[in-house]
């Protein structure tokens, strides 16, 4: 079992900036892959990054590449996404997820935070 809480949402203005962070206990998180998701209200739950075990790879959607960066600190079990650049589009709530696999599908992650709010004005 392993546990993630996520943190670091909040309102921010476009173009601005925040760091979310994914905070894992239980089973060591650097077993698995990370990732993070987001879900806009009345929208289905999309990709957004995910990170190797080791974080040696790193992959993203389309919609945030080149603006968002996912990272990892194993010895403190923390997953983080830094987002750069943002847009009121970005506007979600966002999860971080834990899986098996090097995935992009979200229904092959295992374990999952309780999400944290991002909202981007514009």
């Known amino acids: 079992q392993v546990q993630l809480v996520e943190s670091g949402g909040g309102l921010v203005q476009a173009g601005g ?3 979310l962070s994914c905070a894992a206990s ?3 998180s650097s077993m698995y892959v990370m990732g993070w998701f987001r879900q806009a209200p009345g929208k289905e739950r999309d990709f957004v990054a995910h990170i190797s075990w080791t974080g040696g790879s790193t992959y993203y959607a389309d919609s ?3 603006r968002f960066t996912i990272s990892r600190d194993n010895t403190k079990n923390t997953v983080y996404l830094q987002m750069n650049s943002l847009k009121p589009e970005d506007t979600a709530v966002y999860y971080c997820a834990a899986s098996n696999r090097l995935t ?3 229904r092959l992650y295992e374990y999952w935070g309780q999400g944290t709010q991002v909202t981007v004005s514009s």
């Open 17 to 19: 900036s925040l760091r």
């Open 64 to 66: 945030v590449k080149g």
């Open 104 to 106: 992009t599908t979200s």
């Open 26 to 28: 239980g089973r060591t």
